[in-house]
């Protein structure tokens, strides 16, 4: 166990926190992911936190699975660098198979890391998806 992972464990306990399910990778980063999902406009959103031996700490949320093609790519991609533009603490992209993710790294050593700031991003993502998901998923469908 990381000091990390150590510190987001007791956080989630304290908060009573209990939407994450543990999961311990087996790699040179002693990696481990707390997995969870976001609902946003009727949709469960797959979501993870990343913690690990390295000085970041990742937040991922898969926004929409295999829904970028070759007729919709270009409008949202442009969409995505626009969101880029304006969104600082994460950035979207769209990843192998036509999924677009939302990332976010968070950068801190083992005694500065800080779970309130992780906890604090996730809340703002959230909050950010739930006003902008139909937007985007426009863009998607091309409506």
């Avoid at 994450?20 to 990778?25: C, D, M, Q, S, T």
């Avoid at 959103?45 to 970028?68: E, F, H, K, N």
């Amino acid at each position: 166990m990381s000091i990390k992972s150590d510190k987001f464990d007791k956080f989630l306990e304290e908060t009573e926190i209990k939407v994450f399910n543990k999961e311990a990778i087996e790699n040179e980063m002693n990696s481990i992911v707390y997995r969870a999902h976001m609902e946003v406009s009727g949709q469960n959103l797959p979501a993870m936190v990343v913690i690990d031996d390295s000085i970041y700490t990742m937040i991922q949320v898969l926004v929409s699975q295999g829904t970028v093609k070759e007729a919709n790519q270009a409008e949202v991609e442009s969409y995505l660098n626009e969101m880029n533009k304006k969104y600082k603490v994460f950035k979207y992209y769209v990843g192998e198979g036509g999924n677009i993710c939302l990332d976010s790294c968070i950068t801190t050593t083992d005694e500065g890391f800080e779970p309130g700031i992780v906890h604090a991003i996730i809340d703002v993502i959230l909050k950010h998806l739930t006003e902008e998901y139909p937007n985007l998923m426009r863009k998607v469908w091309g409506n």
